[in-house]
């Protein structure tokens, strides 16, 4: 670290970067204070000033967004501390469980199940905790997220590595607490975390924290800024903290909107990064559906736990027929296809090559190394990145760490009587407040509903349900990007076109944000959920899934003895997502003239569907 970068830090800010590399630092961090310029700093100082390598760090962090940041920066500084390991949480189980436990049944587990496997495998694992053995200082950020099974994680990757650490979070922050079983811990958030760590680490613990605001340009940007601290309290007094909050959102002069209609000539023109942020799901999609209506141009954040793979992979396994192209092979094939905006053809190989494990053989890409790290999902978390937009549409869970220069809040309302639902709507709705750079706007809730309800179903799937006279109506459910077919190409099941057609098709005339029909194949009405048809443009692309089916069952069902006759002929509003790269059977793509290795391209949709009846629209 030379005296250039000494000069940009703050004195609470080169404190931490300083610590010697066995040092056991907590930082508590507030929004928007340079916690990642001061992670950034921290490894290079690590590297350059106390001779650690970048074999010797780990860094682990909640979301994809912090990974990329971290990498990009360290990017950009250059040096040693580039190579260093950044990691979710997520990606680092499966990194785990594949090396450990490659054959294991945890490939066919949820990213819950995978983090379960994982601790498992660190605690009483000697091939486990021989990846660890090695570490010599842990990174963990966003410390105050970590709940149930990524906090017993964490603890056990601490229990097992001999050195230092340097933690990073902010409890004002913590928002997955509604992850947690237990109604009293799920009010008291990170509050059981931080205490293991001052309790394990007692003696031996340094803390410091990071105040100096580095986000926020404006006054109206900062108005939230004074309640981070009494809501990182184990007894904040949430409900008074909320109310305040909320206070301070709508007095804002200048800062309302009115009605989601009346926001959209304004949000139409945005230029510059700009968020709208709510509660749920449910109000994001019915948001994000209310945009398209009006044509309003925006992207609806995925969940964290999407990890979805672009389209330009698939083009390289449907383009070469032999396991180990050449370098020059594949890099002539990446400069001739469209890659996105962020990616050119030298970065995309880098990426490529760190899936196929052997980023040393820099002469070839090893295609069946490359599709067996797809199936698992040991990816780089740049991968999977989502394209950017000035508009995005998002729950706040979805933007934790992210920041924009203009973002519109959905009026929360007032949070009810109920310990659990006051501190959990404290903290989101701080997060919300402290995203933004610029301007702080809000609108009404979104009620452009008149004959349904939003309502979770029973895979947590959000549900048009009908109410009064309506009651056993349903009138739409929400659609997701696993809802389509991924084990047979398009084209050979449900109905036959041809296959090869059907990916050229998608991967030249599908654009992100196109509009969609699901149109029902089975024309008969009887008990066995039927498949539909994924329509664009009138070609059709694809197919959904069977588990797709029974959750429309799920849905229809409006109580237990209710036996479901009918079904919806179409399902409209439902938009691409993206298309994405899948990995399938390898037999199903050899049949289907797609090459040896099943790897090939569906559509990912996701929307409030509305439910069509014959020729009477429902929704």
């Given at each position: 670290m030379n005296m250039t970068d000494r000069a940009v830090l703050t004195a609470e800010q080169l404190k931490i970067a300083q610590q010697p590399w066995e040092a056991r630092t907590l930082v508590t961090a507030e929004a928007g204070s340079g916690k990642t310029f001061c992670l950034i700093h921290r490894l290079v100082y690590l590297v350059e000033e106390e001779g650690l390598e970048a074999a010797d760090l780990l860094v682990l962090s909640f979301s994809r967004a912090a990974v990329r940041e971290i990498r990009d920066r360290l990017a950009v500084h250059g040096g040693y501390a580039q190579d260093v390991d950044v990691r979710t949480f997520d990606s680092y189980a499966t990194w785990v469980l594949a090396e450990t436990d490659p054959d294991g049944s945890w490939q066919s587990t949820d990213y819950d199940g995978r983090i379960r496997a994982a601790t498992d495998l660190i605690r009483k694992s000697e091939d486990a905790s021989d990846l660890l053995k090695d570490l010599r200082h842990v990174v963990v950020d966003e410390v105050q997220d970590l709940v149930e099974e990524r906090a017993d994680l964490v603890k056990a990757v601490m229990e097992k590595v001999d050195g230092g650490f340097t933690l990073l979070g902010d409890p004002a922050q913590g928002i997955y607490s509604f992850q947690i079983k237990n109604r009293e811990e799920r009010i008291r958030g990170a509050a059981a975390l931080y205490e293991w760590i001052r309790g394990a680490y007692d003696g031996d613990l340094i803390e410091a924290s990071l105040t100096e605001n580095f986000r926020a340009r404006t006054a109206e940007a900062q108005v939230a800024r004074a309640f981070g601290p009494p809501l990182g309290l184990p007894d904040a007094d949430y409900r008074a903290i909320q109310r305040n909050l909320r206070t301070e959102l709508l007095a804002h002069e200048g800062g309302y909107l009115g009605s989601l209609t009346d926001a959209v000539p304004v949000l139409q023109e945005v230029t510059s990064p700009t968020a709208v942020l709510c509660r749920n799901n449910g109000e994001a999609l019915l948001i994000s559906r209310e945009f398209h209506r009006h044509g309003v141009s925006h992207r609806l954040q995925r969940a964290a736990q999407d990890r979805v793979i672009p389209k330009w992979v698939a083009e390289i396994f449907l383009r070469f027929d032999w396991p180990r192209p050449s370098r020059a092979d594949v890099m002539n094939l990446l400069e001739s296809t469209r890659l996105g905006d962020e990616l050119t053809a030298d970065l995309a190989w880098d990426l490529i090559k760190r899936v196929d494990g052997s980023p040393h053989n820099r002469a070839a890409l090893d295609l069946n190394a490359v599709r067996r790290n797809l199936a698992r999902g040991t990816v780089p978390d740049e991968l999977v990145r989502q394209a950017q937009t000035n508009l995005v549409v998002s729950t706040i869970h979805r933007v934790k760490g992210l920041e924009f220069d203009q973002v519109v809040v959905v009026d929360p309302g007032d949070a009810s009587d109920d310990p659990v639902d006051q501190a959990e709507s404290a903290r989101t709705l701080y997060v919300a407040m402290t995203r933004p750079r610029d301007r702080l706007l809000w609108v009404k809730p979104v009620?452009?509903?008149?004959?349904?309800?939003?309502?979770?179903?029973?895979?947590?799937?959000?549900?048009?349900?009908?109410?009064?006279?309506?009651?056993?109506?349903?009138?739409?459910?929400?659609?997701?990007?696993?809802?389509?077919?991924?084990?047979?190409?398009?084209?050979?099941?449900?109905?036959?076109?041809?296959?090869?057609?059907?990916?050229?098709?998608?991967?030249?005339?599908?654009?992100?944000?196109?509009?969609?029909?699901?149109?029902?194949?089975?024309?008969s009405d009887h008990q066995a959920p039927p498949r539909y048809a994924i329509q664009h443009e009138g070609i059709h692309i694809g197919?959904?899934?069977?588990?797709?089916?029974?959750?429309?069952?799920?849905?229809?069902?409006?109580?237990?003895?209710?036996?479901?006759?009918?079904?919806?002929?179409?399902?409209?509003?439902?938009?691409?997502d993206s298309v994405e790269t899948i990995v399938g059977s390898e037999a199903a793509g050899a049949n289907a003239g797609l090459g040896e290795f099943g790897v090939w391209l569906r559509p990912r949709i996701n929307g409030l569907g509305g439910f069509v009846w014959g020729d009477k629209e429902r929704a």
């Open positions: 009620s452009s509903l008149s004959k349904a309800h939003l309502k979770q179903i029973a895979d947590d799937r959000w549900a048009e349900c009908g109410y009064g006279k309506y009651r056993n109506s349903r009138f739409g459910m929400e659609v997701r990007g696993s809802d389509v077919h991924s084990e047979d190409p398009a084209g050979t099941l449900g109905y036959l076109s041809d296959p090869e057609r059907i990916q050229s098709y998608l991967f030249e005339k599908v654009p992100d944000g196109a509009p969609v029909s699901l149109i029902r194949l089975d024309e197919i959904t899934s069977e588990s797709f089916g029974w959750a429309l069952h799920r849905t229809l069902k409006v109580g237990p003895k209710w036996r479901v006759r009918r079904w919806p002929q179409r399902i409209e509003y439902v938009r691409v």
